[in-house]
Structures are given as structure tokens and as C-alpha cells.
């Protein structure tokens, strides 16, 4: 079973700061998500990666797969921002095999 | 069709009482996830459906919850007899094709039992 370790659980940044989450798993995976979930309890999809770098927007995520460990990145915050963010692993096919992380509570002040 | 649809948002219920909750998911989409989540929890994964055809139900967290998607467009999810342990977000999600994990992910139902 994959265990799916994500830091910070919490964290609370001024507005325009550069946010880093980091995602760590323990299995090797097929792909890897990072999910936004608002307080009303809606999950967004932001990425699915496989190998190297995305970038949607403020928002970066990269992959390495040799280390098991992917970061999430959003540049320039922004309150509209805040939210948990989630990472979860994919170790075949379906999303029936993904394994969430906590997840990560980000506030972003104005 | 925007994408996943759960119906009700928020269900407050007595324990004891039976409750259903409903997913729409994306209409293309043959592959359907009920996930549940509890406060300060990622997701966990419940059963998923493939069309009609329920693939993997051993992950129900008791036989009092069972799903269906009768016709392979919509699902329901039953939790009979509801215990305060059964509050949770109970979320849907559903996918194009079995072997990509791509899901897109319904709003939730959140369920508090009284």
C-alpha cells in the first residue's frame, strides 16, 4: 500500500508570496495528482503528472520520480488561493487505485 | 453537461435513518467513483463502477452501504441504518477510460448524522 506523506499540513503565507507543498510517496506510481478542495468541499483537479514539470497559470507542479516526491508551487498567492490542496498517487490503471494524502491547509492573507 | 453532479449538498439525518445520495457524472465518462472523506482526511476509496457493472465493492465500509448505477450513467450510494461515524463527504468522481487515473470530481454530499 502506497503511504502518501504530505508537508506542510498546514500553512499560512502573506499575499504575493511563493507557496511550496511538497507530496513524498513510498510505492512507484503510474501518475500523481494535485487537488484543490474549497471549504464548501468541491475537489478540482489541477494536475496529473508522470514525469517532469506543468505549469497552468500561477500554479507549477514537478515530478521526480527517481526520489518519489513531487512539489506543488503557486506563484505570486493570492487570498483566492486558500484552500487544501491534496496530492494523490496512482499506481495502475483507475482511479479506484489512487491513495490521498491529508492534504495541505493554505491560507493566504491579504 | 460541466462536469460531475452530486445531489444533495449537505444531509442531516437521524441516526438510525436510511439516506441516499446521488451522482450524475460526466456524460462520456464509463467509470464511476464513490470516495469518503472525514474531517482533516484525504479521500478514501469506497467502490467504483465500470458502466453498469460495480467492479470492487470490498472497500464498502459495511454492509450497510451499497451503490448501484443501474443503467451506467448515474449512481446512488445507500448507508441504511446511520451511525454518528457515518458523517462524512461522501464524494463522486468518474473517468473516460479505465486505465488512465485521470477523475473529475463532484462537489460532495456532506452527511451529519444526528
Known amino acids: ?110 | 453537461d460541466t462536469g460531475v453532479s452530486q445531489d444533495p449538498r449537505h444531509k442531516i439525518t437521524k441516526r438510525g435513518q436510511n439516506v441516499t445520495f446521488r451522482c450524475d457524472p460526466i456524460s462520456e465518462h464509463n467509470r464511476l467513483y464513490w470516495y469518503r472523506q472525514t474531517l482533516g482526511q484525504g479521500p478514501e476509496f469506497l467502490t467504483y463502477f465500470q458502466n453498469e457493472a460495480q467492479l470492487e465493492k470490498s472497500r464498502l465500509l459495511s454492509d450497510r452501504f451499497s451503490a448501484e448505477r443501474p443503467k451506467g450513467s448515474f449512481s446512488t450510494l445507500e448507508i441504511q441504518r446511520t451511525e454518528q461515524g457515518d458523517s462524512a463527504m461522501y464524494l463522486c468522481a468518474s473517468s473516460v477510460v479505465s486505465w488512465w487515473p485521470e477523475a473529475f470530481f463532484g462537489q460532495g454530499t456532506r452527511l451529519t448524522v444526528v
Open chain 1, 1 to 110: 500500500k502506497n503511504e502518501v506523506e504530505q508537508s506542510p499540513q498546514n500553512l499560512t503565507a502573506q499575499e504575493g508570496e511563493f507557496i511550496t507543498i511538497n507530496c513524498s510517496y513510498s510505492v512507484g506510481i503510474s501518475a500523481l495528482h494535485w487537488l484543490q478542495q474549497h471549504p464548501g468541499g468541491g475537489i478540482v483537479s489541477l494536475f496529473m503528472l508522470s514525469s517532469g514539470k506543468k505549469k497552468h497559470g500561477r500554479l507549477i507542479a514537478t515530478i521526480n520520480i527517481q526520489e518519489k516526491h513531487s512539489s506543488l508551487h503557486i506563484t505570486a498567492s493570492h487570498p483566492r488561493d486558500s484552500a487544501v490542496y491534496i496530492c494523490a498517487v496512482g499506481g495502475g490503471g483507475g482511479a479506484d487505485g489512487l491513495t490521498f494524502g491529508k492534504g495541505t491547509h493554505l491560507i493566504i492573507q491579504p
